[in-house]
Every structure is written in structure tokens, then in C-alpha cells.
């Protein structure tokens, strides 16, 4: 059984930047679909960015050209987050796919979650 555990959230004023990371266990070696979702009180859980097994990466329009997903050679996976804005505060999880292709951005697409780690920017 797959574990995902996120680590680096924490509260930022407006326009400083974050690193989260995703440790993961029990996961084959670059085979999998990984990606990252936030959650912020009252709204549905939404993709922000995804990276196939490829490499191939893809990000929602809100926060394409500020957020940069990557992946190490131990199978974990981060999220450099730039310029943030207020709007960018919630619960961020990190996910993977049972497949090395993305199902894009959608909640169902995706297998194993974290449990989350929180990031607060204010203004």
C-alpha cells in the first residue's frame, strides 16, 4: 500500500514562495502519475499540478508560470510555489495515479492522497 506524506507548508505573506514536498513509500520506481491538490474551506479540492511518470507536466491556469512540480529519483515529489497570493491559501495534498499517464487534474484520476499540509498567505 502506497503512503504519501506532505511537509513544508507554513504562512507567507503575499509575493514570498514555499517549497512543499511528498515523500512517498510503496510506490514502483517512476510509474506513476503524480500530482497536487488544494482544498480551501467551503470549496471543492482542486488540481493545481500534475507530472507523468514522463516527466511531462501540466498546471491549472491559475497558477501556471508561479508553481513548478518536480520529481527526485526516490519517488518524491515537490511543489515550488512563487509570487503567492492570498487565493493561494489551503490545504495542499499530494497525490498519485495507479497509471504513469495523468488523467489530468480531476479528483478521480488519482489513488493514493496524503493528508495534507497547510499553506496561509496573507496580505
Known amino acids: 500500500q502506497a503512503q504519501l506524506v506532505e511537509s513544508g507548508g507554513g504562512s507567507v505573506q503575499a509575493g514570498g514562495s514555499l517549497r512543499l514536498s511528498c515523500a512517498t513509500t510503496?510506490?514502483?520506481?517512476?510509474?506513476?502519475?503524480m500530482a497536487w491538490f488544494r482544498q480551501s474551506p467551503g470549496k471543492e479540492r482542486e488540481g493545481v499540478a500534475l507530472?507523468?511518470?514522463?516527466?511531462?507536466t501540466n498546471y491549472a491556469a491559475s497558477v501556471r508560470g508561479r508553481f513548478t512540480i518536480s520529481t527526485d529519483i526516490g519517488n518524491n515529489v515537490y511543489l515550488q510555489m512563487n509570487s503567492l497570493n492570498v487565493q493561494d491559501s489551503g490545504m495542499y495534498f499530494c497525490?498519485?495515479?495507479?497509471?504513469?499517464?495523468?488523467?489530468?487534474?480531476?479528483?478521480?484520476?488519482?489513488?493514493?492522497w496524503g493528508q495534507g499540509t497547510q499553506v496561509t498567505v496573507s496580505s
Open positions: 497525490a498519485a495515479a495507479n497509471t504513469a499517464w495523468c488523467h489530468g487534474l480531476l479528483r478521480d484520476g488519482y489513488t493514493y
Open positions: 510503496g510506490l514502483r520506481y517512476n510509474q506513476n502519475c
Open positions: 507530472i507523468t511518470a514522463a516527466g511531462t
